[in-house]
């Protein structure tokens, strides 16, 4: 004796979604940033650590002459930009992850959740830090024009 099973078909179809899907971009942006990552990480350790004379190496003087070239002010950006991002996206994963939306209430009590405070200190923590970045690396000065001159690395003219 055959038995058979069958499912009907749902009456009505969901709607299609609208807007951005923020997940599959989010998604996309780890894989794409992730590859980025690894070759600009490993390209900053090998020029730092392994090209230069290593670690004892690495003081304000040699970021300042690294700093001088337009090329590598704009490497550490993209890495910075690139890392930051990064990291956010994966804590704003474990944030929706590890803490739940309410479906019920005001719009006003479901503001202040943890999700959404989370959500919150994580957007306003990433742009403040990649503000402060950019900042140090695009207006980096080594020898600031009417600083004591006690107070200036040995490379710069104003001490020599």
Known sequence: MSMSVSIESPR?????????NWEKWGWLYMRAS??????LIFGHL????YAGEGVSALD?????????????QWYDFAL????????SNGMR?????????????TRLRRLFTPHYIF?????????????LGTLVIFTFDPCPSGA??????????ARS
Do not use: E, M, Q
């Open 12 to 20: 009505v179809k969901p709607a299609p979604r609208r807007g951005v």
């Open 34 to 39: 992730g590859v980025l990552l690894v070759v």
């Open 46 to 49: 090998f020029v730092n650590l």
């Open 60 to 72: 304000f003087g040699f970021v300042a002459g690294k700093w001088a070239s337009p090329f590598w």
């Open 80 to 87: 910075l930009w690139l890392a930051l991002i990064h990291g």
């Open 93 to 105: 994963t474990i944030i929706n992850d590890y803490t739940t939306v309410p479906i019920g209430g």
């Open 119 to 131: 959500k919150t200190l994580l957007v306003g923590s990433t742009i403040v830090l990649l503000v």
């Open 148 to 157: 004591p001159a006690d107070l200036l690395p040995t490379f710069c003219a």
